[in-house]
C-alpha cells in the first residue's frame, strides 16, 4: 500500500511539473530578450524581459485569477492576469 501511494505521488509531482511549457524568445545575436513560462498560450509565472545588453528590463509575476469561459456556447477561456 505504501509503495502505491509513493508511486501516485511521484506521478502527480511529475505531471504538475511538467505542465508548463518554457517560453524563451532571444535576440539575433543570441541573447535572451523574454523568459517566462507558459500554459495554453498565456504566459504565466515569473516573467523576464531583457535588453540587448543582457541588462533586466522588466520582471513582472504573472498569475490567472479568472478561468471563467466568456459563454456558456463557446467555452472560450477567458483568463484576466493579476501583475504582482
Given at each position: 500500500m505504501k509503495n502505491k501511494i509513493i508511486l501516485l505521488l511521484s506521478i502527480l509531482t511529475t505531471s504538475s511539473i511538467y505542465s508548463q511549457t518554457e517560453y524563451v524568445e532571444k535576440y539575433e545575436n543570441g541573447e535572451i530578450k523574454l523568459k517566462g513560462f507558459v500554459i495554453d498560450s498565456v504566459l504565466i509565472g515569473n516573467y523576464l524581459e531583457y535588453y540587448e545588453t543582457r541588462t533586466?528590463?522588466?520582471?513582472v509575476n504573472l498569475k490567472i485569477v479568472n478561468t471563467k469561459p466568456i459563454t456558456q456556447k463557446f467555452m472560450s477561456l477567458n483568463a484576466a492576469l493579476e501583475i504582482t
Open positions: 533586466l528590463k522588466t520582471q
